[in-house]
Each structure stands twice: as structure tokens, then as C-alpha cells.
């Protein structure tokens, strides 16, 4: 069973495992291989079982998380049943999801230091790892800095460092880039490719990036209920939508448009685009001049005649003086629009959010809701107009029943008990928590205690909604569920206000983006502006979807329209295929000479 | 509470932590030994003039004697009333300057309560200025040195660490609450302190939530791997601690030399 292993490798041959107290197995055979010097992606949904098959890796299952063990896993050459954890942490580096959890230092040196120091490394030899590894993840010069003074970002790259310090041969991420910004989350995924050129580390990394999985990783093994169902090269997942979807995997934005044609017989198997460059050589070699008409341009939207539900005048804010975080908005959103706020972390997204339901209030200016100035309104006295969907659910869970958690808000309302129990029988039906108004939150999965803390807002019938980043975090599947929920309350007449970092979200489902940078608005216009404005979104760190670079590239060949999803440039190609005309080749199309 | 650690080159902060620590006892027992409110006044203002050099914020130290004002004039109260003229050495001090029905407030028991505040002043001066100037890090050293185990000085640490962390969390907590209706800290005693509990249960459940990943990410930092750990830079006594020292031995010995003529009593 055991073949030689080399150092750096590992090797996992589980046939079950069981938490003690849990009723059901989390593994019931789990066999997978990794080599040294590999790159592999751990993908799935959330509950697949990722972060329990990580834990696994290091011996924390079975040795601290303690079950029904069967079967043996080998890390590094080392079988994790005869190690202790801390004896396996010198070779295998685990960084689990959450960096807050696992800074220990006050200063960033001390922090990197401590695993180190732990292991009882020489005092030069903890200098020369301390530094050799804050400049891995590029944070040279941060040493002296204090940790809770970071950002999110570098606090993720802190947590890397800090393992890296002690010098493992396999280095296992977990989902390292939830919480990050576009630009945070390819730092990231830089950073490790360049780990792995130098040939020191394996690498194994949980997540849901599709397009990073995809250039980065030399293989993927995807779980789903505790079982391996698939694995091999990332081009050959991301090309099956069918997998990719049945695991709950965002495909490549470009792969519908390939899945399409395939379908429609007018591309060859196999030939399925997943990376943007290889779609973009094909539609430029195929599609030489466009016939189709120009639609783009008038949808623009004509100003709405709808009533202001927020309107903030010359709205400043700063903490101290010298640095202000919102510079003098002039914004009006109109009733019933649905806007997405879009800009790299500490744009000033979450600042403005917050003072439109008096939870920040402005420093100069004034902020209007509905008309009405709400300087000399509380917070809790606008819950009643506008919600407030935080990020973290499990900031307000306080309740022992779902049924009185949503209650909560609406006991302040002076309404009577029927007219409660329909609003919250209403929203809990609304987001599909209805069979479970008698469980207890904390036994709810993490999407579901999202769902709820969504559900005891929308109890509370507010007219705007604001909901800072829904699906962070999520996978695709959770993604989809929660914005068909705002598509839903959009279509019903809500004001919604998202802020989001998923440029994909915010170009199929809102009417209007608005852009930030340095407390100050860059754009504010419908997405099918906002996302052709390159040289503008380049400066507030933002990249537009992939339809958008190619609808760009296409220029050239006449083509006019301004597609912000992959379905309108996809409409657009088979409405110009359809009239045969201009089409070099013969249908249909064969793989790309390349 | 106390005025955190923050980095500086003053010559306080250059000195050794077992320098400060027995400049601190020096100190406190000084006043302890002096009766008089005049002497104590001396000490306030010998520690009001390195505090200065060193540049420490007054703020932070006007929040920390704030709230004990009512305090202090209970203690002028209570000593004047209840510290009786035979008490008192000097004549001076045996006299009553009023009365309140049978109770003479004497001018002995009030200059007595005096020291007592100038005591707390000089304590809260010298413990600031031991703060001020010397990183937690010194401290756990100090720890290590007079015996108490690592993992207790690993545990001040991270709870240090975890203060701001804590705050933040609380704050967001509260944010989340008043966006769904309450109104915390508001109306009534037992309704805002029946608000608190709807920040408190979050704020539980996920320290505990944190507590077991901390714990994981501990082990996945080695703790706990070797017997012992590595210190990272020793605290070292130098030639200007040793006499610094010296003084301060010699210090306590004048005062106690003093004190045994007679002088700075009541």
C-alpha cells in the first residue's frame, strides 16, 4: 500500500472518518495523491468537506478533532497517526481560513517569529526566516507595524508568512482569498506560483476562483459530501459544464459561449474555450466583419421618473482631518433601482453605506431618505425604511429559535402578534428557511444563518435594502440562490444597494454601478457604460468581465454593441452566424490551429 | 486602563525593565514612609517632570484619574472626620477646623487624606511611565526570569493582542443590532442593560468560535513542539541601570534616614 514517498509529497488513504459526536461519516473513502513540487486545487462546494480533508493533512484530524479514524494518511513520509501536530507543523504549514485567528504577535516580526521561536530555531536563524519569508508575501519593511492595524489583505499574507517562517515542504491554503478584493486575491495566488517555481514547497489550495484555478494550479481535485468525485488538469474540468455545475464550480465566463456553439453543432467537440486569449484569437479569425445591427448605445437608461429614495448632498467624511474617506458626494438613486457600489477594499464603499442608515454620520453634508433628512433620525428609527444586510450573520444571531430571531426587529414595531407571525412566516418563506422555524441558528449551516439574518431584515419591510458583499465567501450555487433573491425583491420594487467585488454580479443584475475610489465617485452610470470606461476602472483597480475586453477586441471587426454578460456577446455572435454572411469558415468550426 | 507601550528612544525607554520595576517600588514605598503631604507633593512633581521629558500624552492620564475624583474627596472626608487630634504629633496638626455636630474635622486628618491621593497620583504616575516605556515583550521576560511558566506569559500575550480584535468585534456587533431596530444602552435601567445582551450572546459565541481556531492555529504553529522556546532578544542590564540602580537603593535609604529623624511625619 505504501509505495516509496517522497519527501514533500502526500498521500491520503482515509476509508472513513466520523466526529465524535456527529451522527453521520464526514469521509467515507477519500484516497488522493499529491506530488512534490505540485500545485493542486482542492475544489467544491462549501460543505464538501475541503477545510475537514485539509485538517486532515497535519494529523489535527484525528489528533485535536477526535472521531472514528480509519485508514492512514502520510505527509511528508510521515504517517500523521504517529506524530503529534506540532512535530507534523514543521513540515506541513497549514493557514486556515480566518487570518484574524491566527496572528499572535503584536508586532508583525513577533508574529512570524512565534512559530519559529516555538520550534526553538537559532536566534540568527529566526532573523534570517523572519525576513526571508515577510518578503515572500511582500511584506518587507512592515515589521515593527502592529498587526491589528493591517488590512485585510496583508493580514491574509501575514498568516502566510508566518507558516512560511517555519519552513514547511508542503504548503496547504485554506480558502486564502474569501475575504479578499480582485486584486488582494491575485496577489495571492502570485505569490504562490512563485513559491512553487522555486521548487521548495508543494502547494495545496481550497477555493472557489475559477479563473485562478485555471492559470494557476497543475491539477484539481474536486470533493463534494466527503468523497473525491473528480480530478485532473484544470482545462479539462473548467471545459465540462455539466461537472463543473453539478459541483456547484463557476465555469469560466468564456466556456458558455463555447458550451453553446457545441450544442448548436456549430463547433467541434472538444474545442470548448476556457481562457479568454484562446476565445479572442477565435473570434477574431472567424468573425471578420459584423452585418448586426447596433443596440448597444440607446439602452442606455433615460433618467427615471421615479421618485429620489436616496439622495446625499455634499456628503463628507473623515475620522482625522487630514484624511477624509468620503469627499463631497452628490449622489441621487432613484426608488426602485438596483445599484451596485464597485472599488478595491477601503474605496469608501462601506463608509457611504453607513451613513445612509445613520450608522456613520456625516462629517459635512447631509444624507436625504426619501426626502426627508435623517440627521435627527437613530439608526434603529430608519430599520423601518432602510435594511442593513451585514456581512458576518453570526453578528446578530443572539435568539434560540429562528422564528424568535426574526421576531426580534419586529417587536419594536408595535404590531400585533398575527401581523408578526405573517411578516416573518412571509420572509422566512422568502428565503426558503420556512422548515425550520423551530431549529436552533447555530445548528443552521453557514449559507442558511445567512439566509436568516437576510430574512430578519426583510421582516422588517424596509423599502431599501443595502447589503454589503452577499457573496463572499459563497460558492457558486449560494451565489446564484442569494442574487435570484435580490433579482426577485428588484422586480417586486425594493431600492437595492449592493456592494459587491464581483464585477460579474454587478454587470448581469444591476441597473447602474457606481465606482470608487478615495472617497470620491469615478462613475456612476449603467453597467453597460460603466464597464467600457477601461482607462478609468484601470486607475480605481478594477476589471471589467471578460465579455467586455473581448466585445473591445472586436471593434476592429465592426462589431458595435456594448455586451456586459457573456449571453448578450453570445446572442450577438449567433445573430451575425445566422445570417452566413462574413463568416470565414465552413460550420463548423474546428479546433484553433495554434 | 493603562497608557499602552509606544516606541520612542527617551532615556526611560533605553532602561532596563528591572531598573523601572525597582524605580517603581522605590518610589511607592518613599511615599508610603512620608506622612507629610509636602514631601508627597516633592515626589508628584520629581515624577511630573521625567513623565514630561519623556513626552508621555496627558490625556491618557487625565482618563485614568477622571473617575476617581469622587473617590479622592471621600478619602479628605472621611480621614479629616475620622482621624481623632491624639493622632497627630505636632500641635499644628491636633487643631480642628470645624466641627460637624460631634465630629471634629481636624486639619491633621485632612492633610493626611491629602497624601492619601498623592499617593494614588504617584502611582498612577510611575506605573504610566513603566508602561509608556517598555514593551510587553521586557515584561514577559521579567516573568520568565523571576519563574512563572511560558505558556502564562504566552497567555497575557495574546490577550493583549486580542483587544483590539475584541472591540472591533463589538463594534460591528452593535452596528448589526441597531440596523435591525434596537436601541442599545437606551431606556430604562433594565431595558438597556437587556440591550446589551442582544451584542453579548454574539459576541460569546463567536469568541468561542474563535477560541477553537485559535487552538488549531497554534498547533499549526508549533506550539508546544519543544520544552523550550526561543527568546528573541534577552533584556540586559547595562552600566547606566547598575548606577541608575544604585541611586535608587540609595534613595530609600536617605529616606528611610530621614523619616527616622522625625521629619515628614504629621
Not at chain 1, 460558492?475 to 456592494?499: S, V
Not at chain 2, 431606556?187 to 459576541?203: A, Q
Request: net charge neutral.
Amino acid at each position: 500500500m505504501f509505495e516509496t514517498l517522497e519527501r514533500g509529497s502526500l498521500q491520503v488513504d482515509l476509508l472513513r472518518f466520523k466526529y465524535k459526536n456527529s451522527l453521520t461519516d464526514i469521509f467515507n473513502t477519500l484516497n488522493f495523491k499529491i506530488e512534490k513540487g505540485e500545485f493542486v486545487g482542492l475544489m467544491g462546494r462549501t460543505g464538501a468537506g475541503k477545510t475537514t480533508a485539509m485538517m486532515l493533512l497535519n494529523g489535527l484530524i484525528p489528533h485535536f478533532l477526535e472521531g472514528e479514524f480509519e485508514g492512514n494518511v502520510i505527509a511528508n513520509t510521515m504517517n500523521t497517526q504517529r506524530y503529534h501536530i506540532q512535530t507534523m507543523a514543521r513540515f506541513i504549514g497549514l493557514v486556515m481560513q480566518d487570518p484574524e485567528t491566527q496572528i499572535f504577535g503584536i508586532t508583525v516580526e513577533r508574529d512570524v517569529a512565534f512559530g519559529p521561536s516555538n520550534l526553538a530555531f537559532g536566534k540568527e536563524k529566526i532573523k534570517e526566516v523572519v525576513s526571508k519569508s515577510l518578503k515572500a508575501v511582500g511584506l518587507e519593511g512592515y515589521e515593527k507595524r502592529i498587526t491589528s492595524e493591517l488590512s485585510g489583505g496583508e493580514k491574509q499574507r501575514l498568516a502566510i508568512a508566518g507558516v512560511l517562517a517555519m519552513e514547511p515542504e508542503i504548503l496547504v491554503l485554506d480558502e486564502p482569498t474569501s475575504e479578499l478584493d480582485p486584486v488582494g486575491r491575485e496577489e495571492i495566488y502570485k505569490l504562490l506560483s512563485v513559491l512553487k517555481k522555486k521548487g521548495e514547497v508543494t502547494i495545496l489550495v481550497s477555493g472557489h476562483d475559477t479563473e485562478e484555478m485555471l492559470e494557476y494550479a497543475d491539477r484539481i481535485i474536486v470533493l463534494d459530501n466527503g468523497r473525491k468525485v473528480w480530478e485532473g488538469r484544470p482545462s479539462t474540468l473548467f471545459k465540462d459544464i455539466v461537472l463543473t455545475k453539478k459541483n456547484g464550480i463557476r465555469p469560466p465566463e468564456v466556456s458558455e459561449i463555447g458550451n453553446c456553439f457545441q450544442k448548436q453543432g456549430l463547433l467541434d467537440q472538444d474545442s470548448v474555450f476556457i481562457n479568454k486569449n484562446e476565445f479572442l484569437q477565435f473570434a477574431k479569425n472567424n468573425f471578420t466583419s459584423f452585418k448586426i445591427s447596433n443596440n448597444g448605445s440607446e439602452k442606455y437608461y433615460s433618467t427615471n421618473n421615479n421618485p429620489v429614495a436616496i439622495e446625499t448632498k455634499d456628503l463628507s467624511f473623515y475620522y482625522q482631518q487630514k484624511n477624509s474617506v468620503l469627499n463631497e458626494l452628490n449622489i441621487k438613486i432613484y426608488k426602485g433601482e438596483f445599484v451596485a457600489l464597485i472599488g478595491k477594499n477601503g474605496a469608501g464603499k462601506t463608509t457611504f453605506s453607513k451613513q445612509l442608515n445613520g450608522l456613520l454620520r456625516p462629517t459635512n453634508g447631509a444624507v436625504f431618505i426619501n426626502g426627508n433628512d435623517i440627521s435627527q433620525l437613530t439608526t434603529a428609527q430608519l430599520s423601518k425604511e432602510v435594511g442593513y444586510i451585514f456581512q458576518n450573520p453570526d453578528h446578530q444571531i443572539f435568539s434560540a429559535t429562528v422564528y424568535d430571531e426574526v421576531e426580534y426587529g419586529l417587536k419594536r414595531m408595535n404590531l400585533t402578534e398575527t401581523e408578526r407571525s405573517v411578516r416573518i412566516n412571509t420572509a422566512l418563506e422568502f428565503v426558503g428557511l420556512e422548515k425550520f422555524t423551530n431549529r436552533h441558528p447555530f445548528t443552521l449551516g453557514k449559507g442558511e444563518r445567512q439566509k436568516l439574518a437576510f430574512a430578519t431584515v426583510l421582516a422588517m419591510e424596509p423599502k431599501i435594502l443595502i447589503i454589503d458583499e452577499p457573496t463572499t465567501g459563497q460558492d457558486w450555487d449560494g451565489t446564484n440562490k442569494m442574487m435570484e433573491m435580490l433579482d426577485k425583491l428588484h422586480r417586486q420594487g425594493h431600492t437595492i444597494l449592493m456592494i459587491t467585488h464581483n464585477m460579474l454580479l454587478a454587470a448581469e443584475y444591476t441597473d447602474r454601478v457606481i465606482v470608487f475610489s478615495n472617497g470620491k465617485v469615478m462613475l456612476d452610470d449603467p453597467p453597460e457604460k460603466v464597464f467600457y470606461e477601461s482607462e478609468i476602472l484601470k486607475a480605481a483597480s478594477i476589471t471589467a468581465p471578460d465579455c467586455v475586453t473581448i466585445a473591445g477586441e472586436l471593434r476592429s471587426a465592426g462589431y458595435k454593441n456594448y455586451p456586459v454578460t457573456i449571453n448578450e456577446l453570445q446572442n450577438d455572435l449567433l445573430e451575425q452566424l445566422a445570417r452566413k454572411e462574413n463568416v470565414n469558415r465552413v460550420l463548423p468550426f474546428g479546433k484553433l490551429r495554434s | 486602563m493603562l497608557i499602552e507601550y509606544y516606541p520612542s528612544e527617551s532615556y526611560v525607554h533605553r532602561l532596563d525593565i528591572r531598573t523601572k520595576a525597582l524605580g517603581f517600588f522605590v518610589i511607592t514605598i518613599i511615599s508610603f514612609v512620608f506622612l507629610s503631604p509636602i514631601i508627597n507633593l516633592l515626589i508628584v512633581f520629581c515624577t511630573c517632570v521625567i513623565l514630561f521629558t519623556i513626552r508621555t500624552p496627558f490625556s491618557g492620564i487625565k482618563k485614568i484619574l477622571k473617575p476617581l475624583l469622587p473617590i479622592f474627596i471621600l478619602m479628605l472626608l472621611i480621614t479629616g472626620f475620622t482621624y481623632p487630634a491624639s493622632n497627630f504629633t505636632s500641635e499644628a496638626n491636633q487643631r480642628t477646623l470645624f466641627s460637624l455636630g460631634t465630629f471634629p474635622f481636624t486639619l491633621g486628618g485632612f492633610l493626611y487624606g491629602i497624601t492619601l491621593v498623592l499617593r494614588i497620583f504617584i502611582m498612577v504616575i510611575t506605573s504610566t511611565i513603566v508602561t509608556y516605556t517598555t514593551p510587553i515583550e521586557d515584561i514577559l521576560q521579567l516573568l520568565k526570569k523571576i519563574k512563572i511558566p511560558h505558556q502564562f506569559a504566552f497567555i497575557i500575550t495574546t490577550g493583549i493582542r486580542f483587544i483590539p480584535t475584541m472591540q472591533k468585534k463589538s463594534e460591528m456587533i452593535q452596528e448589526a443590532q441597531k440596523a435591525r431596530g434596537a436601541e442599545i444602552g437606551k431606556g430604562g435601567l433594565i431595558k438597556s442593560v437587556s440591550s446589551y445582551i442582544t451584542v453579548l450572546i454574539p459576541l460569546i459565541v463567536d469568541s468561542l468560535r474563535m477560541a477553537d481556531n485559535l487552538a488549531i492555529a497554534m498547533l499549526n504553529r508549533g506550539f508546544g513542539a519543544m520544552k523550550t522556546t526561543t527568546d528573541l532578544n534577552e533584556i540586559k542590564m547595562r552600566t547606566r541601570d547598575y548606577l541608575i540602580c544604585f541611586t535608587e537603593v540609595i534613595l530609600i535609604a536617605i529616606a528611610f534616614w530621614i523619616r527616622s529623624k522625625n521629619i515628614g511625619g504629621l
